[in-house]
């Protein structure tokens, strides 16, 4: 893929049914639990490969971790990144830590798709319905955690969101083969939506009666608990969105919320949606029917 549009992975092709797909994501905890973050890590990193149709294979450990860690904490970001990656069927190799004063951590992931059968940012289509397959809100919640103002079985809601698998959304995208997708991350819903819009050069309306939120989301966003990078999404990407006047303040921040490991959005040809549903069932995927592409340019949320 070229440097033009950005797309969620390098992608380099071998031959003409196969090509590499490389990418790397880390970044500091964003939950308490040791375990749980290198979990979360490692399904973020290795989302960028299903957010593009392919199957990873091998993965490196990326960390950056305080001198004064205890080892058993460290051992345990990384048992619960192999476990994900192992998970996923994908082996960790090895990888590369250095010292620093905030943890960080994520994968060097290397997978394989059929540059034939790729999902991009680009691939969207007028008339494709729009498809999420994970609820929003896990800024506002980990948010709300760091700041000690969190339910527990929220945190534990947002957990088990952030650290599963986009692979069986991404199976669905290959099977069904469907060419528009990336993974909301964080530049939010409407921020990875433009990135969509504009490389796919449509117009995204979005039902926001329809949008899946985690349970403690919208509370959280009445009381104003958006994370810095909510407001730096907002000011990047509001020029290009139309809200229904209808919209508060809360539920419009929502939506520019950077999300951590967040599902895939893809566009589904009108005609594939019953079926892909049906098939999303068997898979035990959860998919959510939130609005469609449109003749135009930027978002609508109505
Ligand atoms: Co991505
Ligand atoms: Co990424």
């Known amino acids: 893929m070229g440097l033009t549009s950005p797309d969620d992975a390098a992608v380099w092709r071998l031959s003409d049914d196969k090509a590499i797909v490389i990418t790397t994501d880390f970044f500091t905890p964003v939950v308490d639990t040791p375990y749980e973050y290198g979990a979360i890590a490692a399904a973020n990193s290795l989302s960028d490969v299903y957010a593009m149709g392919g199957q990873p294979f091998l993965a490196l450990n990326i960390a950056a971790l305080p001198d004064q860690l205890p ?40 997978g394989f798709v059929d540059p034939r059968n790729m999902l991009s940012k680009g691939g969207l289509k007028v008339g494709d319905v729009l498809v999420l397959t994970k609820p929003l809100g896990a800024g506002v919640t980990t948010t709300a955690l760091k700041q000690e103002r969190a339910e527990e079985a929220h945190v534990q809601e947002a957990i088990e969101w952030m650290s599963r698998l986009n692979k069986m959304a991404g199976q669905l995208a290959t099977e069904f083969n469907l060419r528009g997708g990336t993974d909301i991350t964080g530049f939010g819903f409407l921020g990875h939506g433009m990135e969509m819009a504009e490389a796919s050069g449509v117009l995204l309306s979005i039902e926001y009666e329809k949008l899946p939120f985690l349970s403690g989301a919208r509370g959280y966003a009445e009381k104003g608990i958006f994370p810095g990078g909510a407001f730096d999404n907002k000011k990047h990407f509001e020029e290009h969105v139309i809200f229904n006047e209808t919209l508060g303040e809360p539920a419009q921040m929502l939506l520019f919320d950077p999300q951590t490991s967040g599902g895939l959005l893809l566009g589904v040809p009108k005609e594939k949606l019953t079926e892909l549903q049906a098939r999303a069932k068997e898979l035990e995927q959860p998919v959510w029917v939130i609005g469609e592409v449109r003749v135009g340019k930027g978002i609508e949320v109505s």
């Open 71 to 110: 080892t058993e904490v460290s051992s345990e970001i990384m048992r619960g990144g192999a476990e994900k990656a192992r998970e996923a069927g994908v082996v960790v190799a090895g990888g590369h830590t250095v010292k620093d004063k905030e943890p960080k951590f994520g994968l060097v992931v290397i």
